[in-house]
């Protein structure tokens, strides 16, 4: 008998490990995300023949399972060695994920809004009801790849008590995307300020395979991200445009800016478990797990991916 396909909500690094995992184990997946692209807040924003990696700015390397998706990422050109220890994927930061991606069934567009399960099996739903997939049957298993902040509803529609979702803690953060008409001398590649409102910033042409324009990145701190979050994106930059000028950036000489709200952007307190099981057969998994970092969204994915394979030799 064929075993039932794993139906994954979220193709960010998480979900995509974890699919990966499983479908290199020879299971069927189905893989759903609500976004147009794969990686979640591993994202390219391309826009005024500028690119912006707005989310994670690079990722770093532990552990077994990772090394191996790093080594294949480089042979593929997906990945490339930023600085020091930190890597960046190429041509951006979505490449890792497009890689996993490769070869599975992944449906974007698809906001899965409730879980439901019967003698069958899972079903999934969106706003217009029961999706379809190719097995044209139910799931025999679901893996939840999304913060935990948007896993706790669906986990409540399945009537299933995850109550370790509660626990992870995740701070905002907006991002600011600059693109100048050409390049900013001065600017370092990547700056750590000492400011209240801004983190960081990075010259996203520095990055390697970039080649675009003179693209800025700039995150705000989390307090500041969190006193800001209900305002509209349209009043961000001038917000941050004081201690830009104190960096020698002059947000009035972009051709291009934006910003992006990151509601869920990184764990300030991870739930301190690999992943999540019920033994209906639901799991949960993600950067708040293990602390907010690709490498542990990753690691938390392929862990999540493990438990599914081993209840399914069971
Ligand atoms: C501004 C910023 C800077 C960062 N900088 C770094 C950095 O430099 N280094 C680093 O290691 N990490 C960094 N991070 C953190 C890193 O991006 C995350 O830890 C990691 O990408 C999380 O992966 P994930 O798969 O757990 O979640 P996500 O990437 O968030 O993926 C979850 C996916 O689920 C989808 N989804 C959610 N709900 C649903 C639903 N109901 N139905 C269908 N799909 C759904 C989303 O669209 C998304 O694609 C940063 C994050 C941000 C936002």
Redesign the pocket.
């Known amino acids: 008998m064929t075993a039932s396909p794993i139906a994954i ?8 490990a974890a699919a990966r995992r499983l479908a290199d184990a020879g299971r069927s997946v189905v893989v ?4 147009r692209g ?5 994202a390219t924003r391309r826009a005024d023949g500028f690119a912006f990696d ?7 390397v532990r552990g077994e399972a990772m090394g191996a998706a790093l080594s294949a990422w480089r042979e593929a050109g997906a990945a490339g060695a930023w600085f020091e220890d930190a890597f960046v994927g190429t041509p951006g930061m979505t490449a890792p994920a497009r890689a996993l991606a490769a070869g599975l069934d992944v449906r974007t567009e ?4 409730g879980l439901s399960k019967d003698g069958a099996g899972w079903t999934l739903s ?1 706003a217009a009801g029961p999706v379809a997939h190719p097995a044209n049957g139910t799931f025999g298993a679901v893996v939840l ?3 935990s902040p ?1 896993a706790i509803p ?1 986990a409540a529609s399945a009537g299933v008590a995850m109550p370790a979702l509660a626990d992870a803690v995740y701070a905002p ?1 907006w ?1 600011l995307m600059l693109g100048f008409p050409g390049p900013l001398p001065g600017v370092k590649d990547r700056i750590e300020p000492d400011d209240r409102a801004v983190a960081w910033v990075a010259r996203n042409a520095s990055k390697p395979g970039r080649g675009e324009g003179e693209s800025i990145v700039v ?1 705000a701190r989390p307090d500041w991200s969190r006193a800001q979050l209900e305002r509209d994106a349209a009043t961000i930059p001038a917000l941050l445009s004081v201690p830009l000028a104190g960096l020698g950036i002059d947000i009035h000489a972009a051709r291009y800016v934006a910003a992006h709200r ?1 509601r ?4 300030e307190t991870p739930a301190g478990t690999p992943f999540l099981a019920d033994p209906a057969g639901l799991y949960a ?4 797990c293990l602390g ?6 990753f690691d ?2 392929h862990a999540a991916a493990g438990a599914v394979l081993a209840e399914a030799a069971r």
């Open positions: 909500v979220g193709a960010g690094i998480a979900g995509l759903f995300d609500k976004g794969l990686g979640g807040r591993m707005h989310g994670a700015q690079f990722f770093r698809c906001a899965v809004t969106d790849a999304v913060p948007q669906l953060c991002a995150h990151w869920y952007a990184l764990v998994c993600g950067d708040w907010g970092r690709v490498e542990a969204a938390s994915g």
